[in-house]
């Protein structure tokens, strides 16, 4: 079989675009998603943490995240305990709920939307707080986000 210079130049072309296709998750601008968990309260908490997608069909393609952390009571000189997810996830739309185990009437929900996507400087930071009221009765969940 002969080799013309159009065949030479096809199979060169493909060769290449197989080499460096690899390489494109280097060049793409994904940012990513930080939580940063607090507990101001005085109590010990477990907090289960749920991330959906929000574009996903059925349930099971929809879960991304389901985690429970604990968080310990604050330190003496600090007013609260800080956990940190450092980019967790890549920096996207979901759905992120969140319960508290030891009260189990404390819940909540919360659409986070990315701020710092494309900004190579900075990432998407969500804070997941749990305070109590001001009568230091029932702890409740407080979201917050960079922009």
């Known amino acids: 079989m ?63 995240l389901r985690e429970r952390y604990d968080l310990s009571t604050p330190p003496e000189d600090d007013a609260a305990y800080q956990h940190i997810e450092e980019e967790i996830l890549e920096s996207d739309k979901y759905i992120v709920r969140v319960n508290l185990e030891t009260a189990p009437a404390t819940r909540a929900t919360y659409p986070f939307y990315p701020a710092l996507k494309g900004d190579d400087e900075r990432t998407d930071t969500l804070f997941i707080e749990i305070r109590t009221e001001l009568d230091g009765t029932e702890p409740y969940i407080e979201f917050k986000q960079n922009y």
Not at 46 to 52: S, V
Request: hydrophobic share 35%; net charge negative.
């Open 2 to 64: 002969k080799l013309t210079r159009r065949k030479a130049l096809s199979l060169g072309g493909s060769v290449g675009s197989v080499a460096v296709s690899g390489c494109t998750g280097l060049l793409s601008d994904n940012s990513y998603l930080t939580l940063t968990l607090l507990n101001f309260d005085s109590t010990e908490h477990e907090m289960n943490i749920d991330i959906y997608r929000t574009e996903a069909d059925k349930y099971r393609e929809a879960i991304i």
